[in-house]
């Protein structure tokens, strides 16, 4: 039987079980409609916090989901997969947007405690 993996977030955040964290962000997703930008304060946080756990495990100079600066988030279909799954895309200064998987990023924080 695997361990529980504890993540933690720089917000503050934090759950006992990286499973734990992945429920919150999914049903944070299923909040939101396609195309809604996340207007809740407290899920913006979550996401800006979980995001920059992913960038921080970036490989030196393959590029960010941050690239440059987070103006908002929203609900989106994966590229990779229209129609079937929904993901939220970070929308950059820039203007610029791109998908970010919870599951990677997830993977990330959790990977920084172990």
Known sequence: MGRSIPVSL???KSWPTKNQAYEHF???LARYIVGEQVSD????SDLRAL???YDE??????FTKAGSGIDYFEKGVDDQHPGKTKCFYVVRTDGSRI???LKHALYAAANRQA
């Not at 304060?41 to 913006?44: G, N, R």
């Not at 495990?57 to 393959?62: D, M």
């Open 99 to 101: 998908d970010f998987s």
């Open 26 to 28: 999914k049903e944070m």
């Open 10 to 12: 720089s917000n503050g």
């Open 41 to 44: 304060a407290e899920d913006h």
């Open 57 to 62: 495990s970036v490989v030196e100079g393959q």
């Open 51 to 53: 995001l920059m756990v």
